[in-house]
């Protein structure tokens, strides 16, 4: 199905179109790049323009760029523009303009994307859904998920990320958002804020961008809900707390964590609620019920959304738990591997150390026939001056007492690791690839294993190093 037509291109963008093209997607890398799509010749690390002569010989259908690359062909199907970013960004607004569907508009300092994703699931049973990939949500990624959203969309999922003040406003303008979540407000990106609230400001400016008699759904637990309400209402919006505080219009009254799910026991004002989640972990019970006051204010059918959470699982790098077989002779000589190592900061750290150390582990397996809670940890990023102290005292969250190991990458981790009683302290080492060497040895049957920290710190190479001595189980969590 065409996306975009060389007219409606050039008539968004004000730009010139080279020939009459139709492209069925958006692209701005030819790694990924499928036949059809529109590659955009963004400029980053490297101009993308040193790539559209590779682009449409993969079968780009158009590229969008603001000069002609050498050695194209003099029919080359393009789309030229004074600037490709701003090229871009009118192509988003003009995709969101000519749609009908509800659009929510997503951001928090933990839980964003997997949140995200959790919307699009629910939404996605109950109408078509167009939602941001992996974590797309910055200057380009807004703008190019709204890009290549269909007109027929009904139901638009947009998450919205920062690293600096004054960057949520402009990209919640540019998606109108019928509803706002704020997931969550947390220490994160502190170096390039004063402090929390300055952090709860920038996340509450999501609601600039709401669409008239919109609504803000708002987490109503953090010290900083009375700056996201405050906020919502000088925008005129309407708000929809979710937590367990008693005041809060979405509330959870008993979280459980039951193996390898989540149930829990909630009221939506004067309606109860029971509902289950597919994945174990407070977090996401509470995501999920912020998702179900999302639900809500769309006038989307609830009751369908409380079935469709039990079989939502978060993707890799985001709490993904995959059970490992370590004897393919032996289906139960096993250990779990809990891959939550896209990001990290000290709330979302906090949260994956509480899964795991509510993990069933299994005894009289392996040479050490006594299961593990054990952790690898890697630096968290972007905390600001008190990064050193940040990371120590993760030593006295209250799920430590459950954890046998910790192991530590990265020269910040290195204050948990002095940190640490010496019978939890295991190796430190400063980079993911020096921990792999030893790391594997140090595993066995029986043991349940947590892999975390900021994306920079590389520790997928971890993940991958301990998904190869085994094989995926039969039945396992993804």
Sequence with gaps: MTLWSADEA??????????????????????????GDLFVALKAARDGHDFVADALAKGAGAALVSRVPDGLASDAPLLIV??????????????????????????????????????????????RTHASVASYNNH?????????????????????????????????????????????????????????????REKASIIDGLEPRGTAVLNGDVDTTDILQAHARDHGARILTFGSAAGC??????????????????????????????????????????????VFALGADRGRALISLASWAPGSGRGQRLRLVLDPADADSWLELIDDAYNANPASMAASLEVLSGAEVTHGMGRVARGRRIAVLGDMKELGPDEKTLHAGLADLPAMAQIDTVHCIGPLMKSLHAALPEDKRGLWRATAPEMTERLRGRLDQGDVVLVKGSLSMGLRVVVDAIREIGHPAPHDYE
């Design 10 to 35: 050039a008539t968004a963008t004000g730009g010139r179109a080279t020939t009459d093209w139709q492209v069925t997607g958006v692209s701005i890398d030819t790694r990924s790049l499928q036949p």
């Design 82 to 127: 004074d600037d490709v970013q701003a090229g871009l960004e009118a192509l988003g607004r003009a995709a969101r303009a000519r749609t009908n569907a509800r659009v929510v508009a997503v951001t928090g300092s933990v839980g964003k994307t997997s949140t995200k994703e959790m919307l699009a699931h629910v939404l996605g049973a109950q109408g």
């Design 140 to 200: 380009w990624g807004v703008p190019l998920t709204l890009a290549r959203m269909p007109a027929d969309t009904q139901f638009a999922v947009i998450e919205i990320g920062m690293n600096h003040p004054g960057e949520i406003a402009p990209l919640a303008r540019m998606a109108r958002p019928h509803v706002a979540m704020v997931t969550t407000v947390a220490p994160a990106h502190l170096e390039a804020f004063d402090n929390i609230q300055g952090i709860a």
């Design 249 to 294: 219009h979405h509330r959870a009254l008993s979280i459980e964590v039951a193996g390898a799910s989540t149930v829990a026991e909630a009221r939506a004002w004067r309606t109860p609620m029971l509902f289950k989640v597919g994945a174990p972990g407070r977090h996401f019970a509470m995501n999920a019920l912020g998702v179900l006051a999302v």
